[in-house]
């Protein structure tokens, strides 16, 4: 694995703090159009195409404020981790289509088994509750 851990990065240098409060502003414009256009006063300024320029708003605040989020230090360190996560993902064996059918069959077969010696008791523990309360009748 090639994650490093190193605390004189984990802290936030100045300019990536500029960078998620600019995120953060690009994020909450977005909803803030969607909001306020959404209103009865408001939303006969958009015109026609009202709803699809409120969805367009907010698509646009979340893709810019990603991507001002990935140009700080932890937009890179969350970068290197995907990246570092997709190499780790080449390396596993999956099952083939026959195995996994099997394995489906198995838990399906287990599951109708301990769900019917569940009932079975919930019908003896109700016997029992019935036979004791009706005991001196």
Do not use: C
Not at 36 to 51: I, K, M, N, R, T
Request: no cysteine; hydrophobic share 55%; net charge positive.
């Amino acid at each position: 694995m090639n994650s490093k851990i190193d605390p004189a990065q984990s802290a936030s240098s100045g300019g990536d703090i500029v960078k998620y409060a600019i995120a953060a502003v690009l994020v909450l414009g977005g909803l803030f159009v969607w909001f306020w256009f959404s209103a009865a006063e408001h939303a006969g300024q958009l015109g026609a195409w009202g709803p699809q320029l409120r969805g367009l708003a907010v698509a646009v605040g979340l893709i810019a404020g990603a991507l001002v989020f990935l140009t700080s230090g932890k937009g890179r360190d969350l970068r290197e981790f995907l990246s570092e996560s997709r190499f780790e993902l080449r390396k596993v064996v999956w099952p083939t289509r026959q195995e996994t059918t099997r394995m489906t069959w198995v838990v399906i077969a287990v599951v109708v088994i301990l769900s019917l010696i569940l009932a079975g008791f919930d019908f003896f523990v109700k016997w029992a509750i019935e036979l004791f309360l009706n005991f001196g009748r």
